[in-house]
Nanobody
C-alpha cells in the first residue's frame, strides 16, 4: 500500500487546515492519522475504519474531524481551532482488514502496516 499525505502548512493559532491522504494498492483499509512533534513520540490522532467507525484522541476531540471517500480511496483530517501544541509532522497510516481491532489497538501504531511520508503542520501564536 502506498500512502501520499498532503495539506500541511504554517498557520496561526485558531486557523484551520485540511490534510489529505490518498491510498493506492489496497482499498477499504482502516485509515488513521498519527503525529509526531519535535522531541516527542508518535501519537495517535484519529482513525476511521472501513465501515466508517471513528475514534479520536481526546486532545483533538471537538476540533478535528476524520472522514473518508472510498470511491477515491482517500482519507481526510479537517483540523479546526488549531493550537500551537498541534505542531507536528502528521502521518497517515493504513491497517489491514481481516482481523478485529479494539479502540486501544487502533490507537497503537503497531496495528498499521503502511505509512505515508508525513506532512508538516506548524501552528504559531
Amino acid at each position: 500500500v502506498q500512502l501520499q499525505a498532503s495539506g500541511g502548512g504554517s498557520v496561526q493559532a485558531g486557523d484551520s487546515l485540511r490534510l489529505s491522504c490518498a491510498a493506492s494498492g489496497r482499498t477499504f483499509s482502516h485509515m488513521g492519522w498519527f503525529r509526531q512533534a519535535p522531541g516527542k513520540e508518535r501519537e495517535f490522532v484519529a482513525v476511521i475504519n472501513s465501515g466508517g467507525l471513528v475514534y479520536m484522541a481526546d486532545s483533538v476531540k471537538g476540533r478535528f474531524t476524520i472522514s473518508r471517500v472510498n470511491s477515491v480511496n482517500s482519507v481526510y483530517l479537517q483540523m479546526n481551532s488549531l493550537k500551537e501544541e498541534d505542531t507536528a509532522v502528521y502521518y497517515c497510516a493504513s491497517a489491514p482488514t481481516g482481523r478485529s481491532y479494539s479502540r486501544r489497538s487502533f490507537m497503537s501504531a503497531a496495528s498499521y502496516d503502511s505509512w505515508g511520508q508525513g506532512t508538516l503542520v506548524t501552528v504559531s501564536s
